[in-house]
């Protein structure tokens, strides 16, 4: 059974930092990703790593402040959130894709298999 599981949300005040881990269970992926949705708001793209390789990609908004990592002995990927604003407040999901780790299905959410049950980031100004 495939399992992700969120954590690291929390309160912040703006330009602090926060760090998101999710551990993945039950198989293994081809890439991993964080998206986010704020009310009222589409999911959004934060980043994605391709497992085998750790190439990774950032979302235009959050590029230069967010960076993600993973570890594969211990099937864990991290998202390392820094300079944060109050527009980054959401709930952040972890997402594991298995396919083609072509850079135009990594980044959009529909491609992905599994998900977690999110985080909230909640960052005041």
């Known amino acids: 059974q495939v399992q992700l599981v969120e954590s690291g949300g929390g309160l912040v005040q703006a330009g602090g930092s926060l760090r998101l881990s999710c551990a993945a269970s039950?198989?293994?992926?081809?890439?991993m990703g964080w998206f986010r949705q704020a009310p009222g708001k589409e999911r959004e793209f934060v980043a994605a790593?391709?497992?085998?390789?750790?190439?990774?990609y950032v979302g235009d908004s959050v590029k230069g402040r967010f960076n993600i990592s993973r570890d594969n002995a211990k099937n864990m990927v991290y998202l390392e959130m820094g300079s944060l604003k109050p527009e980054d407040t959401a709930v952040y999901y972890c997402?594991?894709?298995?396919?083609?780790?072509?850079?135009?299905?990594?980044?959009?959410?529909?491609?992905?298999?599994?998900w977690g049950q999110g985080t909230q980031v909640t960052v005041s100004s």
């Open positions: 039950g198989r293994t992926f081809s890439s």
């Open positions: 790593i391709i497992w085998s390789s750790g190439n990774n």
């Open positions: 997402a594991a894709y298995s396919g083609g780790n072509y850079y135009y299905r990594i980044i959009r959410d529909e491609w992905y298999n599994y």
